[in-house]
């Protein structure tokens, strides 16, 4: 395709959009929880198909040789599935922020001014690897009155298909508009330069992925960006932590999921904790590659030499950066220096230090005691999130509901002219 014909088809595409975000905008919250669960309903009842395309899509991943993180990403069973209809259906029983009044006043001269929330209006979210986005993504952006554009990776691209295959379905049988929710079919990287350039058509611009994608969103876009950025997340073990504590968080914050950009992929050990060898031990023996220098390699012989640019590496696998810190504003420092304002955690029994640590660190999520996996909107009690974004503006932290809207003001007079 020429990039006029591109062009026409964006046009076409965020016209589509456009009326459809309309008729969500006055779509009451019944209507929207309706179509959500039909949603739910229809991806369980596609589940096969979609395990299929997503069986094909791994075969795909792994002949071209996506690491593991990327493989797990990309990876759906029956149980991770049956999460995302499940996630469908809690997005339909969130509450609906669409027409709630932020707030409300009086002017001296009788004006009653009211702020209230609305929808964006057209999201186009570009994301990689994780076909549950698709689902996620669109579930939030429906109930919050949105359209929504998608465009996942190719390594994803059957397995997107048919998800959005039954997403749409549902949302169809259950009245809601039919491009509510469009996906982009094309692996063609063309695609994402025509959104990118979609002023007027689509209103913000949401990217999850990786840097590149990020880097390129941010440099190219001419619609505004929701930004999510990596993870470079840190957990910080005061000298005030509790030693059965620490491991525990430790643990818990690397290894879980090692591919989720919630997990910790620095360790800083205060020089003052009594026991820094138990943590690294904890994690070597569950086959963590522990990076550290001098000091760390000291506490266990399995600890590799780290080198500096392991400490702004988002390893997204079983691998830690760890070092020694000489006290709570050399953590913090460090944090700032290396970190990506995603997520960051202390680890202490100080209830003083912690709240410094809470107040100083200029994260979208900081710490205290709590492993940094819970980063996510369904542990926020956010329900499905469109992602976490790492800047300070419009949203920030997991991105849900509210952050899929914006406000407008009402005012209401009884016949008041300017003087």
């Known amino acids: 395709m020429t990039d006029r014909d591109w062009q026409q088809w964006m046009i076409a595409t965020g016209t589509r959009a456009r009326a459809a975000a309309r008729e969500l905008a006055r779509t009451p919250t019944e209507a929207k929880r309706a179509g959500l669960r039909a949603a739910a309903a229809a991806i369980r009842g596609a589940a096969d198909a979609i395990l299929v395309a997503n069986a094909a899509d791994l075969a795909r991943a792994e002949a071209a040789g996506l690491s593991g993180a990327m493989l797990d990403r990309l990876r759906l069973d029956p149980d991770r599935l049956e999460g995302v209809a499940t996630g469908v259906e809690a997005v339909a029983g969130l509450d609906d922020p669409v027409g709630s009044v932020i707030d409300r006043r009086e002017r001296p001269n009788g004006l009653e001014l009211t702020r209230v929330r609305v929808p964006v209006g057209v999201l186009g979210i570009i994301f990689e690897s994780r076909p549950n986005v698709t689902a996620d993504a669109g579930a939030l952006a429906v109930m919050a009155g949105n359209a929504a554009i998608l465009r996942g990776g190719s390594e994803a691209i059957g397995t997107n298909r048919a998800m959005h295959a039954a997403l749409a379905t549902g949302l169809g049988e259950a009245g809601l508009p039919a491009d509510s929710v469009q996906l982009v079919e094309t692996t063609d990287r063309a695609a994402v330069g025509a959104m990118l350039g979609a002023a007027g058509l689509i209103d913000l611009i949401i990217p999850r992925g990786g840097k590149r994608l990020v880097a390129r969103v941010q440099a190219e876009a001419r619609v505004p960006v929701l930004a999510h950025l990596d993870g470079l997340n840190h957990t910080y073990i005061h000298a005030a932590a509790d030693p059965a504590k620490a491991e525990a968080l430790a643990v818990n914050a690397k290894l879980r999921r090692t591919g989720v950009c919630g997990a910790t992929e620095t360790l800083l050990i205060d020089r003052g904790f009594p026991q820094p060898a138990r943590v690294v031990a904890a994690l070597a023996d569950r086959g963590c590659e522990v990076r550290g220098d001098a000091q760390v390699q ?66 979208a999520i900081v710490m205290w005691n709590a492993s940094t996996q819970f980063a996510d909107g369904g542990e926020f009690g956010l329900g499905a999130e469109i992602g976490i974004a790492t800047g300070r503006l419009h949203a920030r932290g997991p991105v849900a509901l509210e952050g899929l809207t914006t406000y407008k003001w009402q005012v209401r007079g009884t016949g008041q002219t300017r003087p």
Not at 304 to 317: I, K, M, N, R, S
Not at 326 to 333: S, Y
């Open 298 to 363: 000291a506490l266990d012989p399995r600890v590799v030499a780290v080198e500096e640019a392991d400490w702004d590496t988002e390893y997204l696998d079983a691998v830690l950066s760890v070092g020694f810190v000489g006290g709570l504003d050399a953590a913090i420092a460090h944090v700032e220096r290396h970190g990506s304002h995603h997520t960051d955690a202390i680890v202490t029994e100080d209830a003083a230090a912690a709240e410094r640590f809470l107040a100083e660190v200029d994260s």
